[in-house]
């Protein structure tokens, strides 16, 4: 469902406002996750783990996209590759910090080696929301013309017929 919206989402506000704004809002219902308890109204759960994944889908499609904009067709097949590999270890990565932040949950309740707790489970995902957020500040460095090649984006108001400037997209004449 979210993939027929990321296309016109970033035709019209671009890359860097599209991660930065929809990295804020997926640390935020990261946050909301840590709310989350066993005594929490069912559609509440669903709608925030369904905003979430909508969230999410946004900014890997977005991430995705960009990571390859630059890159000549010949490298395409090997970047492709690579980047597979990357993802793959990524989320290995993410499974590893999930891990530690609950570890790191029962040490901040001087609970070690027990079993944890909800509490624990919730101060993990305030933890990983703060790592969100911190990656968000990567964002900030994106020119505000990124992936403009592909998106079409124009940052600087309408174009007018007498715009020297062109989008891959668009044709003389």
């Not at 506000?13 to 704004?21: I, P």
């Not at 759960?45 to 630059?70: I, P, W």
Request: one cysteine or more; hydrophobic letters at 45%; proline letters at 4%.
């Amino acid at each position: 469902m979210m993939k027929t919206l990321t296309t016109p989402v970033l035709q019209r506000y671009g890359f860097r406002k599209v991660l930065l704004v929809n990295g804020v809002i997926s640390a935020i219902l990261i946050f909301c996750c840590g709310l989350l308890s066993p005594g929490t109204w069912r559609p509440l759960v669903v709608a925030v783990l369904f905003l979430h994944g909508l969230s999410r889908s946004m900014q890997f499609t977005s991430y995705n996209t960009l990571a390859f904009v630059d890159i000549p067709k010949q490298l395409m097949s090997s970047a492709t590759s690579f980047s597979a590999v990357v993802q793959q270890m990524g989320m290995g990565l993410g499974v590893a910090v999930g891990a530690v932040a609950l570890r790191l949950a029962a040490w901040f309740r001087h609970e070690r080696g027990s079993v944890p707790t909800l509490m624990d489970f919730h101060i993990a995902f305030w933890l990983v929301a703060l790592l969100a957020i911190g990656a968000i500040f990567d964002c900030f460095g994106l020119d505000k013309h990124a992936g403009a090649e592909v998106t079409g984006h124009i940052t600087d108001g309408p174009k007018t017929s007498g715009d020297s400037t062109r989008t891959s997209g668009d044709t003389p004449g």
